[in-house]
T-cell receptor, first 105, second 113 residues
Framework: GIQVEQSPPDLILQEGANSTLRCNFS?????LQWFHQNPWGQLINLFY???GTKQNGRLSATTVATERYSLLYISSSQTTDSGVYFCAGNEKLTFGTGTRLTIIP | DVKVTQSSRYLVKRTGEKVFLECVQDMDHENMFWYRQDPGLGLRLIYF???????EKGDIPEGYSVSREKKERFSLILESASTNQTSMYLC????????????FGPGTRLTVL
């Protein structure tokens, strides 16, 4: 099966900073999704983005399917953005190991 | 809004007990999935189902079985719970087809003593 690598594994930023999270796939994928896992463990859907660019408020995502990677941008970070961010792909989702984001007030 | 619910948020069971985890979705999705999440190992697929009474093994099916008698409900069964099945269990659902965004329930944190 495909391998999913996320970077960086940990990120600590001051409130107001911008960040870029990356997801690399070992093979072509479809159904690429980004999630934020809240402190209670639930996975919140951020983007469903097999290709192209999408924006939702302070968050945006870009997937370049031909080069097998996806990026998640978070601008003007807030403390509520803290948590673990996962990317996942394919019909039976294969997940990366996540990026733990900590926003310091 | 898609809603996926799981029967319990927290569950404590003893070794050897039979455990049922229930998942219900209200969006008429064909696909349903069970994953477990462990520190350092990420989320791994246990079983999935693409139709009533249909099931397929995921990456780590050993020690688990599933049941799908109705379209909206997918149950994960631990026939004889063991301590290495202590984990966070997440259910998801999606439409059938090539492009199918998955939606997750809140998770069940199971502890086996």
């Amino acid at each position: 099966g495909i391998q999913v690598e996320q970077s960086p594994p940990d990120l600590i930023l001051q409130e107001g900073a911008n960040s870029t999270l990356r997801c690399n796939f070992s093979d072509s994928v479809n159904n690429l999704q980004w999630f934020h896992q809240n402190p209670w463990g639930q996975l919140i859907n951020l983007f469903y983005i097999p290709s192209g660019t999408k924006q939702n408020g302070r968050l945006s995502a870009t997937t370049v399917a031909t080069e097998r990677y996806s990026l998640l941008y978070i601008s003007s970070s807030q403390t509520t953005d803290s948590g673990v961010y996962f990317c996942a792909g394919n019909e039976k989702l294969t997940f990366g190991t996540g990026t733990r984001l900590t926003i310091i007030p | 809004d898609v809603k996926v619910t799981q029967s319990s948020r927290y569950l404590v069971k003893r070794t050897g007990e039979k455990v049922f985890l229930e998942c219900v979705q209200d969006m008429d999705h064909e696909n349903m999935f069970w994953y477990r999440q462990d520190p350092g190992l990420g989320l791994r697929l246990i079983y999935f189902s693409y139709d009533v009474k249909m099931k397929e093994k995921g990456d780590i099916p050993e020690g688990y079985s599933v049941s799908r008698e109705k379209k909206e409900r997918f149950s994960l069964i631990l026939e004889s719970a063991s301590t290495n099945q202590t984990s966070m269990y997440l259910c998801a659902s999606s439409f059938l087809g090539v492009y199918n965004e998955q939606f997750f329930g809140p998770g069940t944190r199971l502890t086996v003593l």
